[in-house]
Nanobody, 119 residues
């Protein structure tokens, strides 16, 4: 299974970006999916998560600015990021609990996409 992120880039403060994460390979289904980020010199942190049924959870720092969603038919997760701040600058990575069969789940990571917000 591969998780491939896209949509990162350079944006001015106050701007928006939309990240995508596409899962491909031997996939029976996908349970929880999540976005993480890691800024230089900082620990990786959870940004947002979404269950297969669409229940979402957000870090306090992005609540009200970021929206996570998914399309189960396309094995894809999105992160709409609005009102971006320089503090949002980080590598954003996708994480997913992938079912290879009804009873076998494995956790996967994408390679990440860089988001840079200039002041």
């Amino acid at each position: 299974v591969q998780l491939v992120e896209s949509g990162g880039g350079l944006v001015q403060a106050g701007g928006s970006l939309r990240l995508s994460c596409v899962a491909s390979g031997n996939i029976f289904g996908i349970n929880d999916m999540a976005w993480y980020r890691q800024a230089p010199g900082k620990q990786r942190e959870l940004v947002a998560s979404i269950t297969r049924g669409g229940v979402t959870n957000y870090a306090d720092s992005v609540l009200g600015r970021f929206t996570v969603s998914r399309d189960n038919a396309k094995n894809t997760m999105y992160l709409q990021m609005n009102s971006l701040e320089p503090e949002d600058t980080a590598v954003y990575s996708c994480n997913a609990d992938v079912l290879h069969s009804p009873n076998y789940e494995f956790n996967y990571w994408g390679q990440g996409t860089q988001v840079t917000v200039s002041s």
